[in-house]
């Protein structure tokens, strides 16, 4: 699980970093939902 989620965030296109998205993913409930709907359809 952990290694598909990293896989999702390396795809994701920001100027944050993979740290600095994981943290904010911890934090923000609507943008874990996001990226778990991304691995949905990973």
Same mark, same amino acid.
């Given at each position: 699980? +952990? +290694?598909?989620? $990293? /896989?999702v &965030?390396?795809? %994701?296109?920001?100027k944050?970093? $993979?740290?600095?998205?994981? $943290?904010? /993913?911890?934090?923000? =409930? /609507?943008?874990? =939902? =996001? %990226? &778990? &709907?991304? %691995?949905?359809?990973?």
């Amino acid at each position: 699980m +952990r +290694r598909m989620v $990293l /896989a999702v &965030l390396k795809q %994701i296109k920001t100027k944050s970093s $993979l740290n600095g998205m994981r $943290l904010k /993913a911890g934090w923000d =409930e /609507a943008y874990m =939902e =996001e %990226i &778990l &709907l991304k %691995i949905k359809g990973f």
